[in-house]
């Protein structure tokens, strides 16, 4: 009879440790969907960031006071790290952000008639967590300096959504 009871106990442990494995592994399951949205909602903030800060120091640039026949628009974004233009440096921008979707240093430019960067947007032809309104892709959301924006902001596509609608997608 002994023989008949440790036999039993041990197909209940079997049982016990396989339940234990399956909860455990729908329970990492779960853990890694919110790791994943999470990451996600970091990568979609820093996007944010990093393109305000890109705009921001391209509004700085047009504001900079120079001789004539000097544009206003940087020809590429490292001119934004340390502008000459008008006799002293002015640092716009601490350094040229990697954008957080792609993690590659090349962002899309959008450019004017001149030829000069006055926005950049994600490459990245991914669906956003959360989109802006009228914006399907993250290569949709524009980070430009409005026309005739005056110096400090003054009338700038501040936010993707804004930016996304007021401009055209480009490739």
């Known amino acids: 009879m002994r023989q008949g009871r440790a036999h039993r106990s041990r ?22 969907r919110a790791w994943l949205l999470e990451s996600r909602r970091e990568r979609d903030t ?8 890109i705009r921001t120091a391209l509004e700085a640039y047009a ?4 001789s004539q026949g000097s544009s206003r628009s940087p020809a590429r974004l490292e001119d934004l790290l340390e502008d000459r233009r008008s006799g002293q440096v002015v640092r716009h921008l601490r350094r040229v952000w990697r954008d957080p ?13 001149n030829g000069g960067i006055v926005g950049v947007f994600s490459r990245s032809r991914k669906v956003p967590l959360l989109a802006p309104v ?3 892709t993250y290569a949709e959301w524009r980070f430009e300096v409005a026309e005739g924006a005056a110096p400090g902001g003054e009338g700038a596509a501040s936010t993707p959504a804004a930016a996304a609608i007021n401009s055209p997608a480009r490739p």
């Open 63 to 66: 504001a900079v006071p120079v």
């Open 11 to 32: 197909g209940f442990t079997y049982l016990t440790v396989l339940l234990w494995v399956a909860i455990s592994g729908v329970m990492l399951m779960a853990l890694s």
């Open 101 to 113: 979707i792609t993690n590659s240093r090349e962002w899309g430019l959008l450019k004017d008639a």
């Open 134 to 136: 009228g914006t399907l």
């Open 46 to 53: 820093e996007l944010k960031y990093r393109g305000e800060q």
